[in-house]
């Protein structure tokens, strides 16, 4: 199996801003150390294509982004501060998701260990998001004929608005988002498929609606790839997030979302998504819980 990475493209950020962006190069770095016993490819994400961008966005705004022309107020709206460096990686980010579902059709399964960017629409970024790298990636095979119907599992705590946005008219592309519903984004484009959980929803709570909602989904839908962004931020920690779930209950959302994969024999491609805890490493660990799934479900034992 393949795992991308984009971390070691830096972009400069001032200082004490709430953006964890330590959190990528320290997850694979852990993630580095599984490769002691299992079987699988750590690889630099390569950049993503204009030709690809644009399959999801409007020619406009790529250039404002990419120039560096964007108004104060979309540099605000995405939450980060514009650079060449940013740019770069931004197209790495994008492009690990774009490899990543060209390695599950060969291999079952890839992994970018960023992306899950599920706020970009087609005009704009939004709240740590410029590409939307799971429509960009679902085009990108759609567009080589690999496959023609996709579905985009969405368990970040934060509701996917611009994937539902790009997607309104789509009928091969199914969004399923299930996040708080007093969170942000405050004004949600409507996906094929909603669940809005309360405030403090716990474990048992947040499983039973999740295999609702897997249920839902492959009785109307029938994909023939998986764009699962994962999400750390349910975590009852994550300041960001206003789930109660535990390390448990991510494990076992986790294993909920594989095996259903696996039963529809269904290739996957895993994004993270976000995580926002108060101590960093929280967040790394509920990530590395994810790939580490992955990696013990798909690659090969060398013992």
């Not at 709240?127 to 790298?133: A, K, M, R, T």
């Amino acid at each position: 199996m393949k795992i991308f990475y984009s971390d070691k493209w830096h972009y400069p950020l001032p200082d004490n801003h709430r953006f964890p962006y330590e959190k990528y190069r320290l997850l694979r770095e852990r993630v580095t150390q599984l490769q002691r016993q299992y079987d699988f490819a750590l690889l630099p994400a390569p950049a993503v294509t204009d030709e690809e961008l644009l399959r999801a966005h409007s020619a406009g705004y790529v250039e404002r982004f990419r120039n560096g022309t964007l108004t104060d107020r979309e540099v605000r709206e995405i939450g980060l501060p514009w650079s060449l460096e940013y740019v770069e990686r931004a197209r790495r980010s994008a492009g690990a998701t774009v490899a990543a579902a060209f390695a599950a059709l060969e291999d079952g399964v890839g992994v970018s260990l960023a992306s899950g960017t599920h706020h970009a629409s087609a005009e704009k970024g939004g709240g740590f998001c410029v590409f939307n790298d799971s429509v960009i990636a679902a085009r990108a095979l759609q567009a080589e004929g690999r496959v023609r119907n996709v579905l985009v599992i969405d368990t970040d705590v934060h509701q996917g608005n611009g994937t539902a946005a790009i997607t309104q008219n789509d009928s091969t592309i199914y969004t399923f988002s299930i996040h708080g519903e007093k969170n942000f984004p405050f004004r949600k484009v409507p996906s094929n498929l909603d669940i809005g959980l309360p405030t403090g929803t716990g474990d048992m709570a947040y499983l039973g609606a999740l295999q609702g909602g897997l249920d839902q989904v492959f009785a109307e839908f029938s994909p023939h790839i998986v764009l699962w962004i994962a999400g750390a931020d349910p975590y009852e920690n994550d300041r960001l997030g206003k789930l109660s779930l535990t390390m448990n209950g991510l494990a076992a959302r986790d294993e909920m979302v594989i095996q259903t994969c696996l039963r529809h024999k269904l290739p996957m491609v895993v994004t993270m998504g976000g995580g926002y805890a108060p101590k960093i490493e929280e967040s790394v660990a509920v990530s590395f819980q994810t790939v580490a799934a992955l990696i013990q479900t798909y690659a090969t034992t060398l013992e």
